[in-house]
Nanobody
Framework: QVQLVESGGGLVQPGGSLRLSCAAS????????MGWYRQAPGKQRELVAV???????NYADSVKGRFTISRDNAKNTVYLQMNSLKPEDTAVYYC??????????????WGQGTQVTVSS
């Protein structure tokens, strides 16, 4: 079955950077549009970035210009480079396939996510 494992989160000061990784197994990774999602305390999960199988990207307005999504199909891995981090970026970050024009999460089982905390 499909497994998604997120890593790379941590505690960082405002203005700092982190690079998240999502390793997928049990699926043909290269055919999927992949997305990064986040869920902050008391808020709903939101999609922050996507990358298609061909490398086309799209971002939520809140992270545009600060975050960069990329993928390495040979490693079945998608990355999220986060720069100029703000306290409002604090959340648990998850990855999943994001399908269709509405980028609906596809894989039934989510990973455990990785915690990003931006605080001084």
């Amino acid at each position: 079955q499909v497994q998604l494992v997120e890593s790379g989160g941590g505690l960082v000061q405002p203005g700092g950077s982190l690079r998240l990784s999502c390793a997928a197994s049990g699926t043909i990774f290269s055919i999927y549009t992949m997305g990064w999602y986040r869920q902050a305390p008391g808020k709903q999960r939101e999609l922050v970035a996507v990358i298609t199988s061909g490398g086309k990207t799209n971002y939520a307005d809140s992270v545009k210009g600060r975050f960069t999504i990329s993928r390495d199909n040979a490693k079945n891995t998608v990355y999220l480079q986060m720069n100029s981090l703000k306290p409002e970026d604090t959340a648990v970050y998850y990855c999943n396939a994001a399908v269709g024009s509405d980028y609906v999460p596809y894989f039934r089982s989510w990973g455990q996510g990785t915690q990003v905390t931006v605080s001084s």
